[in-house]
């Protein structure tokens, strides 16, 4: 039996060249922002576009593979699994992260 699912699937597009490093085991490690556009109408009944913006990080052979053919601009597809983090800064305020590991 499943204790929960925790999955992620966003259609938008890159807004950045992918970064693309490798682990000190050897991992390839391609992190890129994925922005998706959503469209309302408010209540003025005016067309809004509200767009938001995710983290996305990307291991192994499809990190190889984000890093040859994704650029900047160009429509992707993520699917993956939400991360929460938080770091302490030294000036002792706790900073909040959400990432795609895709």
């Not at 950045?16 to 556009?37: E, I, M, R």
Request: proline share 1%.
């Amino acid at each position: 039996m499943s204790r929960g699912t925790n999955m992620a699937i966003l259609i938008g597009n890159a807004g950045n060249d992918p970064k693309v490093s490798f682990s000190q085991a050897g991992t390839c490690v391609a992190k890129l922002s994925v922005a998706t556009t959503e469209r309302y109408k408010n209540r003025d009944g005016e067309w809004k576009d509200e767009t938001s913006w995710h983290n996305v990080t990307i291991f192994g052979k499809a990190a190889e593979a984000v890093g040859e053919y994704v650029k900047k601009g160009r429509q992707v597809y993520v699917r993956g699994r939400i991360k929460y983090s938080k770091t302490t800064g030294q000036d002792g305020i706790e900073k909040y992260f959400t990432d795609i590991i895709a």
